[in-house]
């Protein structure tokens, strides 16, 4: 199983340069509106996803030397059925 920590962008280049820097690579499969990076089979997977307009921004307090921290959301991709995953997680069960 993999996290996916989705990245909303309007532009690609820019942050798949650097994400690059830190060893993430384009995934074999990607289009104008969704491209996996991945560092290796381990790392789990940065998913740029276009976005039009305003990225999604996190509350900071008025003293934080980084300004306003861009939102991501976590995912998780996996081969196996519903049924395996949610034998392995307690919490999935109890949703059930």
């Known amino acids: 199983m993999d996290v996916v920590a989705v990245y909303f962008t309007p532009d690609f280049t820019a942050d798949g340069q650097f994400f690059g820097h830190l060893g993430f690579r384009p995934d074999s499969h990607g289009n104008e509106f969704w491209q996996a990076l991945k560092a290796g ?56």
């Open 41 to 96: 089979d381990a790392q789990g997977v940065i998913g740029l996803h276009h976005i039009d307009g305003d990225i999604p921004h996190g509350g900071v307090s008025p003293d934080s030397p980084i300004g306003r921290p861009t939102l991501v959301h976590l995912g998780f991709e996996t081969s196996e059925g519903l049924e395996t995953v949610q034998t392995k997680s307690p919490r999935l069960r109890r949703r059930r």
